[in-house]
């Protein structure tokens, strides 16, 4: 999710986007983003107005409100969003009953478009998403351990499974752990791109759990097994923290036991293979888009050099991967952001002037 977007108001600087961009992520799918402005950011993105990843989007979910009672309901809501929204993505939210599920499944195969949903803490709901056809699963299977007969009906339905472990279902959430061990506060990459309220805002008082009370690393492994087992697993990280955050959702599930090259796999073809673009996206093949990802270190070594980023290329464009200037085929630098000369102090709130 892109929280942090402007909505009605739209923001031509928007910071979210460009901290996405210069931690190497090109594309993105908001998987409910609640309102339709994100289709004003992706088209302004797609037409060079602004700097930023390719912001794809569900448009706003479908929920029970839309009370569907037949197939005809169905085509005529999913049509509004492939005809006036242009999206071939959709986000059935806990749409209703099964039949009502059922019924979005059914328009989405006539229409050609993909429908995921909302993983609702909730194991036996789970299932039927993955038996009735779903494109997709968001947020954890919220049970360990998976056992042979649940592993492979995710596998043999290839619906996509997208764990998003930094809000973890069923136990604390890994983000807490992240928050704790490797101080974004400090990070003068972060700081460059996000304003320091928002840094504030995401860093102050977070908890620390012991190692054995972490759910994350168990629900990782259980998803590997999935992925072993021939299944699709994609990397989301809900947006808890912009940019660095898809780093530390990739780092969780390391915890859980995938080999980096798996991860690597995951967070680019695999992705792109769940979100329906793979014929546009996720490797390096011609008649691809131009993306690609220049390291200082190698990943294949350790999954935590993801983020050595020293150059991001998106559409053939090329990127310093600290400052996000143009290095090729221009030379042009980022403008100054509009909260670049913000010092706000870190003191906490009554504490004495110096």
């Known amino acids: 999710h892109w929280y942090e977007i402007r909505r009605g108001v739209l923001d031509l600087e928007n910071w ?22 994100m289709f004003v950011y992706e088209d302004m993105i797609d037409a060079g107005l602004m700097l930023g990843p390719r912001a794809h989007s569900t448009g706003p979910g479908m929920f029970s409100n839309n009370r569907l009672t037949n197939h005809q309901e169905a085509l005529d809501l999913l049509g509004r969003y492939r005809d006036f929204y242009e999206t071939r993505n959709l986000k059935s939210y806990v749409i209703g009953n099964r039949k009502q599920r059922q019924l979005v499944i059914g328009a989405a ?25 779903f494109a997709g699963n968001e947020h954890a299977l919220p049970s360990v351990p998976l056992y042979e007969d649940v592993v492979q009906l995710f596998a043999r339905t290839g619906i996509g499974y997208t764990p998003t472990l930094l809000v973890t279902y069923g136990g604390p959430f890994a983000e807490e752990n992240f928050y704790i061990t490797q101080s974004p506060v400090d990070d003068p990459k972060v700081a460059r791109f996000m304003p320091q309220f928002a840094l504030e805002l995401h860093t102050r008082r977070h908890v620390s759990f012991r190692k054995q ?15 072993r087992a021939g299944g699709r697993i994609g990397v989301g990280s809900h947006g808890q923290f912009q940019g660095l955050g898809y780093h530390w959702e ?19 073809l695999g992705g792109a293979e769940i979100i329906g673009r793979a014929d546009e996206l996720g490797s390096l093949e011609a008649n691809k888009l131009a993306d690609l990802l220049i390291l200082e270190r190698d990943p294949r070594v350790d999954i935590k050099n993801t983020l050595s980023i020293e150059h991001v290329m998106k559409n053939g464009r090329l990127y310093d991967g600290d400052s996000l200037d143009e290095v090729w085929p221009r ?24």
């Open 213 to 227: 009370d972490q759910v994350y690393p168990q629900l990782a492994a259980q998803a590997a097994k999935i992925l």
């Open 109 to 133: 195969e006539q229409l050609g478009m993909m429908p995921t949903t909302e993983g609702a803490l909730d194991f036996k709901l789970d299932l039927t998403h993955a038996i009735d056809g």
């Open 16 to 37: 979210s986007f460009l901290i996405n961009l210069a931690y190497g992520v090109t594309t993105g799918l908001d998987v409910q983003p609640f309102t339709s402005d």
């Open 250 to 268: 990739l780092q969780a599930l390391a915890e859980g036991g995938f080999t980096p090259a798996e991860l690597l796999r995951m967070a680019t």
């Open 331 to 354: 030379q042009r630098a980022l403008p100054p952001l509009w909260f670049s000369d913000d010092r706000v102090s870190r003191e906490p709130i009554g504490a004495p002037s110096p």
